[in-house]
């Protein structure tokens, strides 16, 4: 049967096909049912000096484009008109044609006045007036009209109105856009129009300055240093511009002729070129800021939205406008969101440019959003939104050139660093230099003890070893001579006799082994016993501690093996055999009558055997150095045994030769644990005996 590999698709893959269908999906109109309340007249008075028009306005959306004034007049699209929500009239990013009527008297003394739809992209847009049965016009507009047929020679739709007194009039307007379907007249008298227009060229030119002044002066820099991040804020820097230049109209006013109606689709087309060139250059500012390519996270992120991005633009190009338009809206604001978590990211890492870059982000991006929102209709048309992209734009490349000084800062402040850390390091150098002789003369000096201690240490053993075996020779003469005349049947002691012969056999016996630890522990420290590894069985090993039952029970003790058979262990058998047995002994010592004492396997990482015992523990103070043979920390028993002082060493010495360790916890009055850990034992593993 075959396997069938289960699709992984990414969760963004799935995001952008949801917001491609979005975008993509045309809208729809839908006609009011019944014809709306019309809305109140507009009268200017004396004190008028300039008014919207939306609240005093009708809009309707023509889809095909085919209707005519005599069309919108008829009560049969009496129920198609409609009241804008809010202070705008604006369908979004629809390829209809948009109607807007209003009506107003004029009570001012003034007549002349300007009527400014403020709709940078239109195609073409065309005034009608009607007062009573007279309708004047068309009056024509737009990019497609000719400059010398307009009664205000701007590419802005503008119209100079001669309004008389007392006479009512409504106006009719057919604005045909190049994507953005929306609009805020204003009518105002000349000079407060003038103001206007002056404040709007004034806007966009101060910031074509601020674009020109900051672009010569990254490249300045950037070909100064020889560094790549200036060389992209460039051309982020040039593609914004030129977007939003475009998107506000500048590159169409300062055009000298007229337009053709394919030259208006060739602006509609450069402002979605640029406004797809600014996403990727973003993108690729953005991962050159920050180095951020081979990182992990970030990389990835920026890769894959950079793939996403320009496989957007390159199918954009073979879609209608209006939909190219709404895919570049999309990911404009998506775009913003993946520059700043790369950005948050860095920030949240420590990089300390990445604040300015942070920084730089949230105005342009809050601009690019109120924008982008603005044009899909969600946000109304007014002096703010109508500005924030540009004054978003502005405020970033500003700050953005400060993210640049900062990182040119940092790597200056680096540089100096490493400079003052090269100077630092060369006088290191010099002073080892001078001070190499007495090195040397130290490190000989240092080398000579080092030998003469290795020859005392030698020495030391050696007397070690030679006063253990002097002493243990006559010792063991005396200890045979005494046994013989205790097994003496012919010639038998007196009773007396027998027990001080009888006590100077155990002080004999302790001394013995007292010297044979002191032996096997200068050996171990030595390195001239070594334990030979091997497969050991801890039952059996545990089981014949139990050959000081003798012991046990004459104190009252109980001496029990709970070690499972088969239970594996790798090391020295005769070691650690006297290691558990050094425990056993010590726990009888020090376990009063009644108590107990068991051998056990106990839970913990690697191979573990355990001596318990109920008896009266270690004294705190002891329990530092109960391993230090040069620390005193023997006592008499519960029966008044005496210890040497060097059994615990010596299984210390062991475990620690088998590469293992020897550890213990104790409570005064409550007994201790001392538990042996071993390397791992060996994998095969013979069957239980039974």
Sequence with gaps: MTAVRKANIPLWVVVCGLLWAWATTPVIANPLADPPPDPPTLVLTQQTSSVLVVPFAQMLEDPAGTLTLDDVRSPALAGHWSRPTGSTINLGLVPSILWVR????????????????????????????????????????????????????DRVPRYLLSLAQNHPQTFYIRVHTLGYAGVNPLLSRLPQAAHFSYSQKLLIGLYTGLVLAMLFYNLLIGVSLGDKRYLFYGLYLVSLSTFLLLL?????????????????????????????????????????????????????????????????????????????????????????????????????????????????LLPEMAGMVVGGLTMAGWLPNNYFTLFAALLGGGSEILIFSLALADRYN??????????????????????????????????????????????????????????????????????????????????????????????????????????????????????????????LDGWELAEETLMFNHLARQKGLRLENQVPKGTRLRGDRDLIREVLQNLVINAIKFTPQGGRIR????????????????????????????????EKTTSRGTAGEQGS????????EIMAAHGGTLTVESSPGKGCCFVLTLPAPSLHRPPEVH
């Design 410 to 535: 940092l790597l200056r402040q680096e540089k100096e660093t490493s400079e003052q850390h090269a100077r630092q390091v060369n006088e290191n150098l010099r002073q080892s230099q001078r001070e190499n002789e007495e090195m040397k003369a130290e490190v000989e000096r240092r080398e000579a003890v080092m030998k003469e201690l290795e020859k005392t240490t030698a020495m030391k053993d050696k007397f070690v070893s030679l006063v253990a075996h002097d002493i243990r020779s006559p010792f063991n003469s005396m200890l045979t001579e005494i046994q013989y005349a205790l097994r003496d049947a012919e010639q038998p002691l007196p009773p007396e006799q027998r027990e001080i012969f009888q006590g100077i056999t155990d002080f004999i016996g302790k001394q013995i082994v007292m010297v044979e630890n002191l032996l096997n522990l200068n050996r171990l420290q030595s390195g001239s016993m070594t334990p030979e590894i091997q497969d």
């Design 645 to 652: 002082g060097l059994g615990l060493p010596l299984c210390h």
């Design 599 to 630: 051998v056990y396997v106990p839970q913990g990482p690697g191979s573990r055997l355990a001596v318990e015992d109920n008896g009266r523990g270690v004294h705190p103070a002891f329990l530092p150095h109960l391993f230090d043979p040069a």
């Design 102 to 153: 209003f009506s107003l008297v004029n009570q001012s003394e003034e007549s002349t006045w300007e009527l400014n739809v403020r709709q940078n992209q239109s195609r073409q847009a065309t005034l009608y007036i009607v007062e009573g049965t007279t309708v004047r016009g068309p009056f024509e507009a737009g990019l497609s009209a000719p400059l010398e047929a307009r009664s205000i020679p």
């Design 248 to 360: 506000y109209g500048l590159f169409e006013t300062l055009w000298p002729w007229n337009f053709t109606p394919r030259q208006v689709e060739g602006v509609g087309w450069a402002i979605f070129g640029f406004g797809f060139l600014s996403i990727l250059t973003l993108l690729l500012f953005t991962g050159h800021f920050f180095n951020a390519w081979k990182h992990r996270t970030a990389g990835r992120v920026l890769k894959g939205w950079l793939v996403v991005s320009a496989g957007a633009a390159l199918v954009g190009v073979f879609l209608p406008l209006i939909t190219a338009y709404r895919v570049f809206n999309v990911l404009l604001i998506l775009t913003q969101g993946v520059v700043l978590f790369v950005s948050v990211f860095y920030l949240w890492r420590g990089d300390r440019t990445a604040r300015f870059f942070t920084a730089a």
